[in-house]
């Protein structure tokens, strides 16, 4: 371990932000744990460094005996001629050695072990600055990109922006300032990294609690966010204070917050949503309350559909089907939505496909036999059946077969 190692050890603690008391620690201990098995305790062995000068020194007694097998040995002849003419056995002689003069599996082990100690700290104060930081946003410069995304400065370590946190079509090059929600730490084969996030959900909350005032002091909440990152989220709120219009904080005065936050979010379509306690108003609200003429909520389940007009179905179901698909993840719903005229033929399909063919006008008990016999149990059978498929059924004519069809067509 050189003087050059010693000024190495000294800039990766600072590139690390390691105290320089711990470094020296670590190097006292790691020479310690590596030259004292060459030593035995009698020869107090003490580790001196020296970052001024970059001078490392390892100091101990060495033990006068008649022949010197070991580091911490002197025979007495060499006692005697070159520290003291009255050393006897068992007197113990001051020595020093720089660091360069051990062998050189001694330097290695030491230089291994003081590593593995640097390494272990440096972990813990990544691990101490996460847990401070961990569901918040942090800003960093993007330093590279590898296999597996961006490499990100965020000041006490390197974080990993990864391909599948990532927004679709968003890019960046070293040097970019970037904003990301940090998700976990995570454990690799040499070290630990942060792992970041601008695709979840929290990364939009946070924004909003940074950009609205009102969400920052607890008047207005944020019920849920659902989020298609890169193309549109929904964010329900409500306020909790009488006289604050939720949605109006959130847009801000001539919609310049919302336009702030939709900024940071490459332009991603944001939907502010006005909670509300009556699934009925939610779902509108949740679609486009002026989109929607009508909400029916099934008997049982969470099953919805919803009516608008022909010219505002595109709307309502969205580019690639986004806007509703949002909507049912916000209102835990499943939604159809219908036009007026789609709706009536939904209930009547429905009411065809409940009812019996005895219901049908016309079918006596023998007729309903016989269709039974064929496979035709419900209205909606003989709805899709044509009158060549009926006639051809024995004991069925062609008139009774054309009775069928437009009985089930008017029922």
């Known amino acids: 371990m050189s003087m050059n190692v010693l000024?190495?050890?000294?800039?990766?603690?600072?590139?690390?932000?390691?105290?320089?008391?711990?470094?020296?620690?670590?190097?006292?201990?790691?020479?310690?744990?590596?030259?004292?098995?060459?030593?035995?305790?009698?020869?107090?062995?003490?580790?001196v460094t020296n970052f001024d000068t970059n001078k490392i020194i390892a100091k101990f007694?060495?033990?006068?005996?008649?022949?010197?097998?070991?580091?911490?040995?002197i025979s007495l002849e060499d006692a005697q001629d070159y520290y003291d003419e009255n050393a006897q056995l068992g007197d113990l002689i001051p020595a020093e050695m720089s660091i360069q003069e051990f062998e050189p599996k001694v330097i290695k082990n030491a230089r291994k072990a003081i590593m593995e100690r640097i390494k272990r700290l440096e972990e813990s104060r990544i691990m101490f600055d996460y847990e401070k930081q961990k569901d918040q946003i942090v800003s960093g410069k993007v330093r590279r990109e590898d296999y597996n995304g961006y490499i990100v400065d965020i000041g006490y370590t390197d974080a990993l922006l990864p391909k599948e946190e990532q927004v679709e079509d968003e890019y960046f090059k070293p040097g970019d300032i970037v904003r990301a929600f940090v998700v976990n730490i995570r454990k690799r084969k040499h070290d630990m990294i942060v792992i970041?996030?601008?695709?979840?959900?929290?990364?939009?909350?946070?924004?909003?609690?940074?950009?609205?005032?009102?969400?920052?002091?607890?008047?207005?909440?944020?019920?849920?966010?659902?989020?298609?990152?890169?193309?549109?989220?929904k964010v329900a709120v409500n306020s909790l204070s009488e006289g604050i219009d939720a949605t109006a904080c959130c847009l801000g005065p001539k919609g310049l917050r919302i336009e702030q936050i939709r900024g940071e979010l490459n332009g991603e379509h944001i939907d502010i949503v006005e909670w509300n306690a009556s699934p009925e108003q939610l779902i509108a609200n949740a679609?486009?309350?002026?989109?929607?003429?009508?909400?029916?909520?099934?008997?049982?389940?969470k099953f919805a559909r919803i009516i608008v007009n022909e010219e505002n179905k595109n709307f309502a179901i969205g580019k690639k089907g986004k806007n509703v698909k949002l909507a049912a993840k916000l209102t835990d719903y499943k939604l159809d939505i219908y036009t007026e005229e789609e709706f009536e033929e939904k209930i009547t399909e429905e009411r065809r496909i409940t009812s019996h063919v005895s219901d049908l006008d016309g079918v006596t008990p023998k007729i309903a036999e016989i269709l039974k016999g064929h496979g035709y149990t419900s209205v909606q059978d003989i709805f899709?059946?044509?009158?060549?498929?009926?006639?051809?059924?024995?004991?069925?004519?062609?008139?009774?077969?054309?009775?069928?069809?437009?009985?089930?067509?008017?029922?």
């Open 7 to 47: 000024g190495s050890l000294a800039e990766l603690a600072s590139l690390k932000q390691l105290d320089k008391d711990q470094l020296t620690e670590i190097i006292k201990d790691g020479l310690y744990q590596a030259i004292s098995k060459k030593l035995e305790p009698e020869n107090q062995l003490e580790i």
């Open 61 to 73: 007694y060495r033990i006068v005996v008649d022949q010197d097998l070991s580091l911490g040995e």
């Open 196 to 233: 970041l996030s601008r695709t979840r959900p929290e990364f939009v909350k946070r924004i909003f609690e940074l950009e609205i005032p009102e969400i920052a002091s607890g008047e207005v909440e944020i019920k849920k966010i659902v989020r298609e990152p890169g193309f549109r989220t």
């Open 287 to 301: 679609i486009g309350p002026d989109l929607v003429e009508k909400v029916y909520l099934a008997d049982r389940g």
């Open 384 to 411: 899709e059946a044509s009158v060549e498929e009926l006639c051809h059924l024995e004991g069925l004519g062609r008139k009774t077969a054309q009775k069928l069809k437009e009985s089930a067509s008017y029922f």
